[in-house]
T-cell receptor, first 114, second 111 residues
Framework: DGGITQSPKYLFRKEGQNVTLSCEQN?????MYWYRQDPGQGLRLIYY???????QKGDIAEGYSVSREKKESFPLTVTSAQKNPTAFYLC?????????????FGPGTRLLVL | QKEVEQNSGPLSVPEGAIASLNCTYS??????FFWYRQYSGKSPELIMF????GDKEDGRFTAQLNKASQYVSLLIRDSQPSDSATYLC???????????FGEGTQLTVNP
């Protein structure tokens, strides 16, 4: 059963703490993405990766970091430098070097600050 | 000017009516256009994508693209209460895979 999984569903962060959000896909997609969504807003791109061991900053990368050591996995770390991390975080994947560029989304992680 | 703009909403239509959702974009080199539906508290799910000028139909949904006017729309025929959701327009740039999303239009279909 192919798809994208994100964990945890809910995550609580204390002041000064780094937290890591997990994203795994078994769709054999090359490209993976992280978005942030604030209430009533669209999606804003944090980071994306088109191939293993390579990634690029999106529009709002400050306070976040990523790694792409495996094709299937693209974890996002929300660092203590991100002062307003409360949001809905969405991971997506796509197969960009084909005619099918559609991005498919995981179920999301909701991050809350204690 | 925002890169991708959607009609602000919220939009309310009676059951059985046609709902019309609109989106304009600023990058003339944009190649691919997507409509996603997002239920409250859930992640976006793809409804349709369109690459070429004209209409593309899939069941009750029709996407319309006019690249000269930099305009893409989604029509939902015979609207159902289950269509009540936020609809997100997304546009890929000339360089490929990055998508830029609009802020979404909230649609309510009243029984």
């Amino acid at each position: 059963d192919g798809g994208i999984t994100q964990s945890p569903k809910y995550l609580f962060r204390k002041e000064g703490q780094n937290v890591t959000l997990s994203c795994e896909q078994n769709l054999n997609h090359d490209a993976m993405y992280w978005y942030r969504q604030d209430p009533g807003q669209g999606l804003r791109l944090i980071y994306y990766s088109q191939i293993v061991n390579d990634f690029q900053k999106g529009d709002i990368a400050e306070g976040y970091s990523v790694s792409r050591e495996k094709k299937e996995s693209f974890p996002l770390t929300v660092t203590s430098a991100q002062k307003n991390p409360t949001a809905f975080y969405l991971c997506a994947s796509s197969a960009p070097r084909t005619s099918e560029e559609t991005q498919y989304f995981g179920p999301g992680t909701r991050l809350l600050v204690l | 000017q925002k890169e991708v703009e959607q009609n602000s909403g919220p939009l309310s239509v009676p059951e059985g009516a046609i709902a019309s959702l609109n989106c304009t974009y600023s990058d003339r080199g944009s190649q691919s256009f997507f409509w996603y539906r997002q239920y409250s508290g859930k992640s976006p799910e793809l409804i349709m994508f369109i690459y070429s000028n004209g209409d593309k139909e899939d069941g009750r949904f029709t996407a319309q693209l006019n690249k000269a006017s930099q305009y893409v729309s989604l029509l939902i025929r015979d609207s159902q209460p289950s269509d009540s959701a936020t609809y997100l327009c997304a546009v890929s740039g000339a360089s490929g895979s990055r998508l830029t999303f609009g802020e979404g239009t909230q649609l309510t279909v009243n029984p």
